[in-house]
């Protein structure tokens, strides 16, 4: 099982960035992908997650900025953020678990200057 995340960058205050994670070695459609992140000398903390029917969940912090979503066919999730502030700066990690083990992808650097 391999993700791949990519996307991330250095934006303004205030811009948008979009993530994406490939997914590779499993039935993409069964899973549910989650997205975390990570900001220097804080723990990592689940920001949005997909299930396999779409339904979704997100952390208060990103509620009504950030939307998770998924195309089955390119076997890649997204993550649209947009109103970023500088407290989303962190490294963003994308997230599954197959038969009770977790996944993660490389880290994607989101970088928000004020």
């Known amino acids: 099982v391999q993700l791949q995340a990519s996307g991330g960058g250095l934006v303004q205050a205030g811009g948008s960035l979009r993530l994406s994670c490939r997914a590779s070695?499993?039935?993409?459609?069964?899973?549910?992908v989650g997205w975390y992140r990570q900001a220097p000398g804080k723990q990592r903390e689940l920001i949005a997650r997909?299930?396999?029917?779409?339904?979704?969940n997100y952390a208060d912090s990103v509620k009504e900025r950030f939307t998770i979503s998924r195309d089955n066919v390119r076997r890649t999730t997204y993550l649209q953020m947009n109103s970023l502030k500088s407290e989303d700066t962190a490294v963003y990690y994308c997230?599954?678990?197959?038969?009770?083990?977790?996944?993660w992808g490389r880290g994607t650097q989101v970088t928000v200057s004020s």
């Open positions: 997230n599954t678990n197959l038969r009770g083990r977790e996944y």
């Open positions: 070695g499993i039935v993409f459609r069964d899973n549910t």
């Open positions: 997909i299930t396999s029917d779409h339904n979704t």
